[in-house]
């Protein structure tokens, strides 16, 4: 059973397409992210949702918008994709707030 | 602002030296100290963690250790294996009521059997 899975692993798309990234968690926790993994691994916050509200929304394009329709559940929808956009993306989920964080496998996106 | 800082970007240690990673905090609030490991292609997997009213932590061949006053904390690793070879983050969650996690760049470990 995977505590937090992410769907898909891999997408490959076209600049200026809309997506969306998956993520599910079975472990009851109360939180859940998005983090940013660009390609010099640097991992960066992007949203986070505790019990379906969001806490902390970082300075990230509009065209990024999550959504939480339970507490085990956080979408990621990106529109009007841009090269910038590559990167590997990844969910997470924590029982505390920031704290003790347990990540889904990624996705990596691919914009061409 | 918010930073993190770790050094150093790359070590490469002998199999059975120890291993040691430095990371610095700008906020003094901060109250959590995480480590993460990251084998490549793979998720970032917690190793070791420890709490603001804490100075030292160990577990097996891991140990944290946390300088409040110098805003410091660092990660040792004693007789590295080869399946150790992997990125370690550095992670200090801000004091605030914002709770954020902020990561460090990582440090890309490899030991040579």
């Known amino acids: 059973d995977t505590a937090v899975s992410q769907t898909p692993k891999y997408l490959v798309t076209q600049m200026g397409n809309d997506k969306s990234i998956k993520c599910e968690q079975n472990l009851g926790h109360d939180t859940m992210y998005w983090y940013k993994q660009d390609s010099k691994k640097f991992l960066k916050i992007m949203f986070s949702y505790n019990n379906k509200e969001l806490i902390i929304n970082e300075t990230v394009p509009n065209r990024f918008s999550p959504k939480s329709p339970d507490k085990a559940h956080l979408n990621l929808h990106i529109n009007s994709l841009e090269l910038g956009d590559s990167a590997v993306y990844f969910c997470?989920?924590?029982?505390?707030?920031?704290?003790?964080?347990?990540f889904g496998s990624g996705t990596q996106l691919s914009v061409l | 602002g918010e930073n993190v800082e770790q050094h150093p970007s790359t070590l490469s240690v002998q199999e059975g030296d120890s291993a040691v990673i430095k990371c610095t905090y700008s906020d003094s609030a901060s109250n959590y100290f995480p480590w993460y490991k990251q084998e490549l292609g793979k998720r970032p997997q917690l190793i070791i963690d420890?709490?603001?009213?804490?100075g030292e932590k160990k577990d097996q061949r891991i140990a944290v250790t946390l300088n409040k006053t110098a805003k410091h904390f660092s990660l040792h690793i004693t007789e590295t294996q080869p399946e150790d070879s992997a990125v370690y983050f550095c992670a200090a969650r801000l004091g605030d009521s914002s709770y954020k996690l902020i990561f460090g760049s990582g440090t890309r470990l490899l030991v040579r059997p």
């Open positions: 997470a989920s924590s029982q505390g707030i920031g704290e003790k964080l347990f």
């Open positions: 420890i709490r603001s009213n804490v």
